[in-house]
T-cell receptor
Framework: KQEVTQIPAALSVPEGENLVLNCSFT??????LQWFRQDPGKGLTSLLL?????REQTSGRLNASLDKSSGRSTLYIAASQPGDSATYLC???????????FGAGTRLTVKP | NAGVTQTPKFQVLKTGQSMTLQCAQD?????MYWYRQDPGMGLRLIYY???????DKGEVPNGYNVSRLNKREFSLRLESAAPSQTSVYFC???????????????FGEGSRLTVL
């Protein structure tokens, strides 16, 4: 059974800092891995989707990488802003299984 | 674009009452999902529907039933609510990809349910 872990659970950084959020998964047999953002009391907003055949995806100040062999993905946020404060979740989609497995998330606070 | 729409957004029930959470998507997606989110536990899959007319159990299906009414709509029913079902419920749909498993997942805003 796929297990997804995100460490740390919470992170606080000053504005302008570059930062990396980590996601690890136990089974490398995945279709894809997706990163989401969740603001308090809101739903999940998709940030980046990386297919199993890809190494990374970029959108603006965000870059997500995928290393299936080591069971790791990272989300890099450049030049962080207070508006980036939110909880970031990763989820892995196993082969032959409709159950997308989610990590518990990293709660990011960017201080002005 | 509305995307994935859930109703109601908030609901308070007494133990033993029943209710249905409604979900509709306007993106012509085949697959739809119901998740629950509890503090410290991440999102867990309750039921999913790979296509119109089919439904399957996820990780935590006990106490719930679902109906895939048509391609757009997927409802979640609590027949006899229990305090353990207090949670935030999210509906999601999966977009197209090169294969059935590769599409992007899109979420609704959530339905916050409290069972007293």
């Amino acid at each position: 059974k796929q297990e997804v872990t995100q460490i740390p659970a919470a992170l606080s950084v000053p504005e302008g800092e570059n930062l990396v959020l980590n996601c690890s998964f136990t089974d490398s047999a995945i279709y894809n891995l997706q990163w989401f953002r969740q603001d308090p009391g809101k739903g999940l907003t998709s940030l980046l989707l990386i297919q199993s055949s890809q190494r990374e995806q970029t959108s603006g100040r965000l870059n997500a990488s995928l290393d299936k062999s080591s069971g790791r993905s990272t989300l890099y946020i450049a030049a962080s802003q207070p508006g980036d404060s939110a909880t970031y979740l990763c989820a892995a989609r196993p082969y032959n299984n409709n159950d997308m497995r989610f990590g518990a998330g990293t709660r990011l606070t960017v201080k002005p | 674009n509305a995307g994935v729409t859930q109703t109601p957004k908030f609901q308070v029930l007494k133990t033993g009452q029943s209710m249905t959470l409604q979900c509709a998507q306007d993106m012509n997606h085949n697959s739809m999902y119901w998740y629950r989110q509890d503090p410290g536990m991440g999102l867990r899959l309750i039921y999913y529907s790979a296509s119109e007319g089919t439904t399957d159990k996820g990780e935590v299906p006990n106490g719930y039933n679902v109906s895939r009414l048509n391609k757009r709509e997927f409802s979640l029913r609590l027949e006899s609510a229990a305090p353990s079902q207090t949670s935030v419920y999210f509906c999601a749909s999966r977009g197209p990809g090169a294969t059935a498993g590769e599409g992007e997942l899109f979420f609704g805003e959530g339905s916050r349910l409290t069972v007293l």
